[in-house]
């Protein structure tokens, strides 16, 4: 019975650190884990066949490498200060073909043209924030997508460095 409660346990999609929205096949990717800056940023290509080609994340003054296919038109999105993205938006058909991102203070970007089987994604926290984006791509473009979400990272405050000096 033990066994049985476990590999049900196993199957449900709350025991998944984090989901992928799409079609899974091709090289799987991952941005950068990064603990000392925040996601400022992103910057996503779209192709030709209305796909969504790649991502790319920045995090604080530095952007991250391409994920994804080559090629395609590039559209930026700049958070301002003290934003974070907080929802995601999309779809898909072969290939993931439309992505909206939302943020705390109100402001969605969309990337591609919506069509398809459509998702939503979460923190599963209050407070988390996107910190990272995985998936897999194709050559011709993303064919899955899937969001970290965490808290976002803390400054240390002058006070707070010299007490754990002392």
């Not at 049985?4 to 950068?32: D, E, K, P, V």
């Not at 559209?75 to 909206?100: C, N, P």
């Amino acid at each position: 019975m033990l066994l049985l409660l476990t590999l049900t346990l196993l199957g449900t999609s709350s025991c998944w650190a984090a989901q992928l929205y799409g079609n899974r096949g091709g090289t799987y990717f991952s941005t950068s884990e990064d603990y000392e800056y925040e996601i400022t940023g992103i910057r996503v290509s779209t192709g030709g066949l209305g796909l969504i080609k790649s991502v790319q994340v920045k995090f604080g003054p530095y952007w991250d490498d391409v994920r994804g296919a080559s090629g395609g038109d590039n559209q930026e999105f700049l958070l301002w200060s003290d934003e974070y993205i907080t929802e995601a938006y999309g779809s898909f058909k072969a290939f993931l073909r439309y992505l909206v991102l939302c943020t705390n203070l109100g402001r969605c970007v969309s990337f591609g043209k919506d069509a398809g089987k459509t998702f939503s994604a979460f923190p599963s926290q209050e407070g988390q924030v996107l910190t990272g984006i995985f998936g897999q791509y194709g050559l011709l473009g993303i064919k899955g997508i899937g969001f970290k979400w965490d808290y976002p990272p803390v400054e240390l405050t002058t006070s707070q460095t010299n007490s754990t000096m002392a």
